[in-house]
């Protein structure tokens, strides 16, 4: 990865408000939403630096989603294109569960 896409990523993951997920408490994650982001060209550009740095994983054997390993965190958002894109979640490490 290049260092400003590194710093970028950065940049944003620490100036976003990272909400808790409820729905899934099997699966301890927080998400931020891109009409939270003061620019929507930054949240885009996040979502589509998680997809080109990223790698795959298999969740419970079914979905496949792009995740991203930044500080301690996994992140990654729901795999629907970037314009329809409205979250990007994160966990602790790999140990988001489910996940292979």
């Not at 950065?10 to 409820?22: M, P, T």
């Not at 979905?63 to 795999?79: A, F, H, K, P």
Request: glycine fraction near 6%.
């Amino acid at each position: 990865m290049k260092q400003e896409d590194y710093d970028f990523i950065l940049g944003v993951i620490n100036s976003q408000k990272w909400i808790a997920a409820k729905t899934r408490p099997e699966n301890p994650h927080a998400y931020c939403l891109r009409k939270n982001f003061e620019n929507e060209a930054d949240f885009e550009k996040f979502v589509l630096l998680i997809r080109q740095y990223g790698y795959q994983i298999k969740w419970r054997d079914k979905q496949i989603y792009t995740c991203l390993d930044v500080e301690g965190y996994r992140y990654w958002s729901m795999g629907s294109p970037v314009e329809e894109t409205i979250l990007v979640n994160r966990a602790v490490g790999s140990l988001a569960a489910g996940i292979k």
